[in-house]
């Protein structure tokens, strides 16, 4: 009878236990991003625009939170209304023909510059993740989910010549914001039918977590059953 109740107990503490980790933790951790968003942002620009201002403060005031996020929202929304409308565009090239001149600062800020133009024009189908394929990866037989960034252009589609190459990022699990950069013929990549949102989920997941929507794939050569 003991050995029962305590079987029960166990299997009932287990389950509950678990829906409650299923409710928690997504609303947990997204409420713990978040938060980490807003205290960076609150300590990116206004505390040192006080100091500036006010240098003979002996220690930096306790500001309620997410005064510093808009204060830092609104600098930058002005910075955007200058530089499209009065004289930004022209203090932009003075700075980067200045950048220009520097080696290390030059590579960082063309590199930091094209990857933020890559992610905020998600209307240009040549500069962002705009489809999802599977590709081989590591190996023949083996297949991974794989974001397309765009067709191959320049010396590096001058080094395939005659054969059509797209750039492609496989991120990592469960950690996407990293991975690997491939080259990969246009002819070789499996269609499918995926949003780069569930593809994320996917990945994120490990596997664990599987979209329900339909998917269409292009059979490659030689992959026929």
Not at 3 to 15: E, P, Q, V
Not at 100 to 122: D, F, M, N, T
């Amino acid at each position: 009878m003991k050995k029962r109740f305590w079987k029960a107990f166990r299997a009932a503490i287990r389950h509950y236990f678990v829906a409650g980790l299923l409710a928690f933790v997504p609303i947990g951790v997204t409420l713990w991003t978040l938060a980490f968003i807003v205290r960076r942002l609150d300590n990116l620009l206004l505390p040192t625009v006080i100091r500036w201002f006010f240098p003979s403060l002996p220690e930096q005031p306790d500001l309620p939170p997410l005064v510093g996020a808009v204060f830092t929202f609104v600098v930058i929304l002005l910075v955007g209304v200058i530089v499209r409308h009065l004289f930004g565009h022209e203090i932009v090239r003075i700075g980067e023909r200045l950048v220009a001149r520097v080696p290390i600062a030059r590579s960082i800020y063309q590199g930091v510059k094209q990857l933020v133009e890559a992610i905020l024009a998600s209307s240009d189908a040549q500069s962002s993740f705009n489809r999802v394929v599977l590709v081989e990866y590591p190996r023949v037989g083996m297949w991974g989910i794989a974001f397309v960034t765009g067709p191959v252009r320049g010396p590096l589609r001058e080094a395939f010549s005659g054969t059509e190459m797209i750039s492609c990022f496989i991120p990592t699990t469960p950690n996407p914001t990293s991975g690997f950069y491939l080259l990969v013929p246009e002819a070789e990549v499996r269609e499918i039918d995926m949003s780069i949102e569930n593809a994320f989920k996917v990945i994120m997941s490990g596997g664990l977590v599987m979209p329900e929507e339909s998917t269409r794939q292009r059979r490659l050569p030689g992959l026929e059953a």
